[in-house]
């Protein structure tokens, strides 16, 4: 079982950037396929960003395609997700997963075992 925090949300204003982190314990994260959601208010959860639990594939919503970064340290049992171009449409809770199901990178929140808590992004326009 792996634990999941994340951290860096907060507010910006649009245009800007925010580094978002996830803090794995547990077990290692190289085990899991890894990603990132959000749930803005009044909406549903939906896909952002992720990533093979070997880190040599990652996939991300069209809507934020070419402005946000997933990546991973392996040595800190951590991913990460940059966030540029920053717009009011990306305020919303941003959370970490992770699955234990090899193979695909999962777009369907059903598939994701283990979640962080949640951290906030405000974009201010």
């Known amino acids: 079982q792996v634990q999941l925090v994340e951290s860096g949300g907060g507010l910006v204003q649009a245009g800007g950037s925010l580094s978002l982190s996830c803090a794995a314990s547990?077990?290692?994260?190289?085990?899991?396929?890894k990603a990132w959601f959000r749930r803005a208010p009044g909406k549903e959860r939906e896909f952002v960003a992720g990533?093979?639990?070997?880190?040599?594939?990652?996939t991300y919503a069209d809507s934020v395609k070419g402005r946000f970064t997933i990546s991973r340290d392996n040595a800190k049992n951590a991913v990460y997700l940059q966030m540029n171009s920053l717009k009011p449409e990306d305020t919303a809770v941003y959370y970490c997963?992770?699955?234990?199901?090899?193979?695909?990178?999962?777009?369907?929140?059903?598939?994701?075992?283990?979640w962080g808590q949640g951290t906030q992004v405000t974009v201010s326009s």
């Open positions: 990533m093979t639990w070997s880190g040599d594939s990652t």
């Open positions: 997963a992770a699955s234990a199901r090899y193979g695909t990178i999962y777009i369907n929140d059903r598939y994701y075992d283990y």
């Open positions: 547990g077990r290692t994260l190289s085990d899991y396929v």
